[in-house]
């Protein structure tokens, strides 16, 4: 059969093209950003309102291998980023199998929008960009809670975002001088530690057996694992100490509730979501959503110690929990800046839709 009838489909109108991004052209942009500046700018317009973060679609499933597997759809817009707003999406999937079949857990789309026709003007591949987003986020949590100068950091799960977080840190936190490594599948953690040993002399790594034993000795541990049971006792927690929650699901709720300062990126986007421990406690109402005296509470967002409208000290006796959710517009802010440069650059494939 032939639908000789589409023939009368193709009268079109004006071209319309896309610009294609692959993994090395967007690192190639990247590396010309200052990306930590601009996920802070993106941070504080948030906080002042200028940004629009809708809900995040989630879908999820179990694969044949029995693993979850899930697509997170997040659009965003940063009404202030340079000359125009930057509007886009991204799309996030991964699957919990997919490190034993040699591909990385995450990866997806970053699209940007046209402000004025609303139309896809690129399509990036989201992989780094996504793993650069998170990190920066951490390194300027790091910064804003008053733990900038630590001289020593345990790492739990060391995967893909453990290798950029401290790719990050290293450049950024200069007095770090001990590292401490963590993973389920130890030779992760020994062959990243055999990596970063060579690339920087002047720092020691070691592996640890257990995360109690990293965190033993660390005044920050970064939890970038994939578990979902919360797992890290109070008692592990070292006083003084900053918990980097990014992976968002293994610190227990005694460790949640008994922090002496909770710090979060967005409190509507956690609270949406109870699938989530700290979204949980917050709807349980063992957690309240703005900060309080009396019972354990939400201190700030980033935002809010960026913009300098909360003070946060670092507690000697107690600990400070950053909780990161994610957020959408982040990823945008950067998916902008990368096609800046991409455009100006003539870098990527420029594809015709009509
Ligand atoms: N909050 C955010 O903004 C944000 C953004 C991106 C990713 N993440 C989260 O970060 C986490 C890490 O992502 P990734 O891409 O690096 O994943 P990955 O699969 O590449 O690495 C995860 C590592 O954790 C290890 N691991 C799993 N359970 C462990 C345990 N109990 N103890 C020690 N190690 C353990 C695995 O062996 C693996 O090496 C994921 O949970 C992801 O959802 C959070």
């Given at each position: 059969m032939e639908n000789r009838w589409l023939a009368d489909v193709l009268a079109r109108p004006t071209p319309e093209s896309v610009r294609f991004l692959g993994r090395t052209e967007v690192v190639d942009c990247l590396a010309r950003i200052d990306v930590v500046a601009a996920v802070k700018d993106a941070l504080v317009s948030h906080h002042h309102g200028r940004t629009i973060l809708p809900s995040e679609a989630y879908l999820s499933w179990t694969n044949q291998h029995g693993a979850y597997s899930r697509s997170i759809g997040m659009p965003g817009a940063v009404?202030?980023?340079?000359?125009e707003a930057a509007y886009g999406m991204k799309i996030i999937n991964a699957s919990v199998s997919n490190p034993e079949f040699g591909l990385e857990r995450a990866g997806g789309l970053g699209l940007c929008f046209?402000?004025?026709?609303?139309?896809?003007?690129a399509v990036m591949e989201v992989g780094v960009l996504s793993a650069v987003r998170t990190a920066a986020v951490t390194a300027i949590a790091v910064e804003a809670t008053g733990?900038?100068?630590?001289r020593s950091l345990a790492v739990v799960g060391c995967g893909t975002q453990a290798r950029v977080h401290l790719a990050l840190l290293l450049a950024r936190c200069p007095e770090l001088r001990r590292i401490t490594l963590c993973d389920v599948r130890r030779p992760v953690a020994e062959s990243l530690a055999g990596e970063l040993v060579s690339r920087h002399p002047g720092v020691s790594f070691s592996v640890a057996a257990t995360p109690a034993e990293a965190m033993a000795d660390a005044e920050m541990t970064l939890f970038l694992t994939t578990v979902s049971e919360g797992y890290v006792r109070p008692d592990w927690v070292r006083p003084g100490s900053l918990l980097l929650?990014?992976?968002?699901?293994?610190?227990t709720d005694e460790v949640l509730t008994g922090a002496s300062a909770l710090v979060v990126d967005d409190v509507q986007l956690i609270v949406e979501n109870p699938r989530r421990p700290l979204g949980r406690l917050i709807n349980e109402g063992r957690i309240a959503a703005k900060a309080r005296a009396d019972r354990p509470s939400i201190t700030a967002t980033i935002g809010e110690l960026l913009a300098g409208d909360m003070l946060s000290e670092r507690p000697d006796t107690g600990y400070v929990v950053v909780n990161p959710f994610g957020l959408g517009i982040l990823d945008v802010a950067l998916f902008g800046a990368v096609l800046r440069r991409a455009s100006s650059a003539g870098i990527g494939q420029v594809l015709e839709l009509v």
């Open positions: 009404l202030d980023q340079g000359d046209d402000p004025r026709t609303a139309r896809v003007t733990y900038g100068s630590v929650n990014v992976s968002l699901g293994d610190l």
